[in-house]
T-cell receptor
Framework: GAGVSQSPSNKVTEKGKDVELRCDPI?????LYWYRQSLGQGLEFLIY????????KSGLPSDRFSAERTGGSVSTLTIQRTQQEDSAVYLC????????????FGPGTRLTVT | AQSVTQPDIHITVSEGASLELRCNYS??????LFWYVQSPGQGLQLLLK??????LVQGIKGFEAEFKRSQSSFNLRKPSVHWSDAAEYFC???????????FGGGTRLMVKP
C-alpha cells in the first residue's frame, strides 16, 4: 500500500516568507508526527497528533511554527517569517494507535531559506 | 530526560566484513529501543525494535541488535555487510507515552568494495 507522502520534496524560500509543508499519512493511521533533521541538531521531535486529541506541541522551537491536521488525516506544518536556521529536512511519520512506536516515515521536505 | 548517544559518526567497513554500530541510551524506565536506516534522499526505515523479552532481536535485511541493560546499550550488528547497506543509521528511544522518539546523532556507514 501507499506509504507516507510529503510535498513538496524541496522548497527554497526567502528569509521572512511563510512556508507550508504537507504530509499525507498512511491510510488508517491515527497518529502523526513531525520531526526536523538538520546538520547541527540531528533529528528533533516537533509535534504529535493523535486522533482528535489536542496535539503535543512540546517540540516546536518557536511560535513561528504551527501545525494542523484536518479531518484526522492530512497535516500541514507552517513556518512563518522563515529564518535561515529553519533550513532543514522536515520529516513526517504516522503510526497506528495500537502500535504508536512503529512509526513509518515519509521521504521528507528539504527546506532551504536563503 | 531521555537521550541517545551514537559514539561513531562515520564507520567504513569492507564488503563481506562484520559490522557493529554502537548505541547508548539514557532513560529512567524500561526503554523502548529502535534502529532506523536512512538511505540518501530517503525517509527513515525501521530495521528492528526492542520492547521486552528476548534481549537479542532480529530485524530486516539481516540485522540484529542486543539490548544490554547493565551497559545501557543497544548495539546493531550484521555478520556480513553488503554494498547496499551503505546509509546512515539512527538509534532511538521511545518515551512512555508512545508519542515521541528521541534519536541519536546517527552513524554514517560506508562500504568498501
Amino acid at each position: 500500500g501507499a506509504g507516507v507522502s510529503q510535498s513538496p520534496s524541496n522548497k527554497v524560500t526567502e528569509k521572512g516568507k511563510d512556508v507550508e509543508l504537507r504530509c499525507d499519512p498512511i491510510s488508517g493511521h491515527t497518529a502523526l508526527y513531525w520531526y526536523r533533521q538538520s546538520l547541527g541538531q540531528g533529528l528533533e521531535f516537533l509535534i504529535y497528533f493523535q486522533g482528535n486529541s489536542a496535539p503535543d506541541k512540546s517540540g516546536l522551537p518557536s511560535d513561528r511554527f504551527s501545525a494542523e491536521r484536518t479531518g484526522g488525516s492530512v497535516s500541514t506544518l507552517t513556518i512563518q517569517r522563515t529564518q535561515q536556521e529553519d533550513s532543514a529536512v522536515y520529516l513526517c511519520a504516522s503510526s497506528l494507535l495500537a502500535d504508536s512506536y512503529e512509526q513509518y516515515f515519509g521521504p521528507g521536505t528539504r527546506l532551504t531559506v536563503t | 530526560a531521555q537521550s541517545v548517544t551514537q559514539p561513531d559518526i562515520h564507520i567504513t567497513v569492507s564488503e563481506g566484513a562484520s559490522l557493529e554500530l554502537r548505541c547508548n541510551y539514557s532513560y529512567g524506565a524500561t526503554p523502548y529501543l529502535f534502529w532506523y536506516v536512512q538511505s540518501p534522499g530517503q525517509g527513515l526505515q525501521l530495521l528492528l525494535k526492542y520492547f521486552s523479552g528476548d534481549t537479542l532481536v532480529q530485524g530486516i535485511k539481516g540485522f540484529e541488535a542486543e539490548f544490554k541493560r547493565s551497559q545501557s546499550s543497544f548495539n546493531l550488528r550484521k555478520p556480513s555487510v553488503h554494498w547496499s547497506d551503505a546509509a546512515e543509521y539512527f538509534c532511538a528511544v521511545g518515551n512512555n507515552a508512545g508519542n515521541m522518539l528521541t534519536f541519536g546523532g546517527g552513524t554514517r556507514l560506508m562500504v568498501k568494495p
